[in-house]
C-alpha cells in the first residue's frame, strides 16, 4: 500500500494570508495529483504533475500554484487565501491505473 | 463535454445487493474505475474496468460496457460498513487524470 501524507489536516486562515499545504509519498511514484472536493460534491483535478520539475494545471480553474522539486513532495500554495477557497484538498499520487489519497487538507478560510 | 452521471442515493437494508450505476459521456476513453469515501475519510480505489465485462473482487463487482458508455458497481451482501459514498471515475487521456461522477451515498440501514 502507499503511504501518501498531507498536512495540516485542518486549517482555518483569514482572508489574505499565505498557506501552503504539504503533500508527500513514500512509495516512489511519479505521478502525483491535487483534488478539490466540496462535501457531498464530485472530486476536481486542479494541479498534476508526472515528474520532477514537471507540473500541469487541471480541469478546475485554481488560484493555487504547485511545484515538484522532489519526486516524494508535491506542496500546494495559496498566495492570498480567500473565503472561495474554503473546501477540502486532496493529495493523491498514482500506480498504474489506482490512486493513492492522502486524507486531505480540510482549509477554512474567514 | 464531458459528464459522468450516476444516482446521488441509493438505500438499502443489511444483506441487500446494491446496484450503482454510471453513465458517462467523455471526449476519450481508457477505463472506468471506481471509488469509496467514507465521511471525512480519504477516495479508496476499488475497481478499474478496461475492457467489457464483469470484473469480481469479493462483495464488490464492477461491469463495463464501452458501447453503451455504461458501467455500474454491484455491492453483494451490503454489511453497514458499507454506508459510504462510491464514485465513478473515467481516465479519458493521460495517465490518472480521471474525471469523476458526483457520488453515490450508499446508505446501508438495519
Known amino acids: 500500500e502507499a503511504d501518501i501524507y498531507q498536512t495540516p489536516r485542518y486549517l482555518v486562515i483569514g482572508t489574505g494570508k499565505k498557506i501552503t499545504l504539504e503533500c508527500s509519498q513514500t512509495m516512489g511514484h511519479d505521478k502525483m495529483y491535487w483534488y478539490q472536493q466540496d462535501p457531498g460534491m464530485e472530486l476536481h483535478l486542479i494541479h498534476y504533475s508526472y515528474g520532477v520539475n514537471s507540473t500541469e494545471k487541471g480541469d478546475l480553474s485554481s488560484e493555487s500554484t504547485v511545484s515538484r522539486i522532489r519526486t516524494e513532495h508535491f506542496p500546494l500554495t495559496l498566495e492570498s487565501a480567500r473565503p472561495s477557497h474554503t473546501s477540502q484538498y486532496l493529495c493523491?499520487?498514482?500506480?498504474?491505473?489506482?490512486?493513492?489519497f492522502g486524507s486531505g487538507t480540510q482549509l477554512s478560510v474567514l | 463535454g464531458q459528464s459522468l452521471e450516476q444516482p446521488s442515493e441509493v438505500t438499502a437494508v443489511e444483506g441487500a445487493i446494491v446496484q450503482i450505476n454510471c453513465t458517462y459521456q467523455t471526449s476519450g476513453f481508457y477505463g472506468l474505475s471506481w471509488y469509496q469515501q467514507h465521511d471525512g475519510g480519504a477516495p479508496t480505489f476499488l475497481s478499474y474496468?478496461?475492457?467489457?465485462g464483469l470484473e469480481e473482487t469479493g462483495r464488490f463487482s464492477s461491469f463495463l460496457s464501452r458501447s453503451d458508455s455504461y458501467g455500474y458497481l454491484l455491492l453483494q451482501e451490503l454489511q453497514m460498513k458499507d454506508s459510504a459514498s462510491y464514485f465513478c471515475?473515467?481516465?479519458?487521456?493521460?495517465?490518472?487524470?480521471?474525471?469523476f461522477g458526483a457520488g453515490t451515498q450508499v446508505v446501508v440501514t438495519p
Open positions: 471515475a473515467v481516465r479519458d487521456q493521460g495517465w490518472g487524470k480521471l474525471q
Open positions: 493523491a499520487s498514482s500506480s498504474g491505473e489506482k490512486l493513492f
Open positions: 474496468n478496461a475492457l467489457d
